[in-house]
């Protein structure tokens, strides 16, 4: 049984699990009540909660809101440790967090690993934060028995990313695409990059 072990916890988010559990649920509650269609995608920041907790909530609370039956997530984040090209999803079995260990989906990562440009590899993954952030709202909303797909996303080209992301919509599962899109942009830059995505997304 390979674990990975948390890399975030106690700087992005809470270590202690009792603090955590309660700090996802505020931030869940103070998001408000999001009724509307499941998601088959969202674009969800991964700073630390003090930053864009509150903002990933709202994602999350749209998912919980929606009323469906998500069994399989894969969390897709851009790479910050080490170099890499192509795409690498995790050869661990569960992930650890203070908040419980979620199971990693066999199938979704062989046959994703099957697809051009990606390896099965955790060592993008060991110090990565940007997947492991989102663990804690995922647990506390999702029935027990989900599975995850880590995948950290390095330098690819565009109909590479596109098949893998369609591979993993068309077995079922959510993708998440974690991302800042960026740190240090005045509020009306930001907002107008933020729109931008949004209109290709």
């Known amino acids: 049984m390979r674990v990975r072990s948390p ?13 955590l559990e309660a700090e996802t649920a505020r931030m869940l509650d103070q998001a408000g009540p999001r009724p509307g269609p499941a998601p088959v995608a969202m674009l969800l920041p991964h700073a630390g909660y003090r930053y ?8 999350y609370r749209r998912m919980a809101d929606s009323g ?3 069994r399989r997530v894969a969390v ?21 967090t203070p908040v419980g260990d979620v199971a990693v989906d066999p199938d979704l990562r062989e046959v994703t690993a099957a697809l051009g440009g990606v390896t099965i ?6 110090h990565e934060h940007a ?3 989102h663990l804690p709202f995922l647990i506390r909303i999702l029935d027990e028995g989900w599975t995850l797909l880590p995948v950290v996303v390095g330098e690819i080209a565009h109909p590479e990313g596109a098949a893998v992301v369609g591979t993993l919509t068309d077995a079922g599962a959510l993708v998440i695409v974690s991302t800042d899109l960026s740190h240090y942009l005045p509020h009306d830059q930001a907002r107008r990059r933020d729109d931008a995505t949004l209109r290709r997304w």
């Open 7 to 19: 890399a975030a916890a106690g700087t992005f988010y809470p270590a202690d699990p009792a603090v």
């Open 52 to 59: 864009s907790g509150i903002v990933a909530a709202a994602g």
């Open 68 to 70: 469906a039956k998500i």
């Open 76 to 96: 897709l984040c851009p790479n910050h440790t080490v170099p890499l090209r192509g795409m690498a999803v995790s050869a661990s079995d569960r992930w650890r």
């Open 121 to 126: 590899d955790d060592g993008p993954h060991r």
């Open 131 to 133: 997947v492991e952030v």
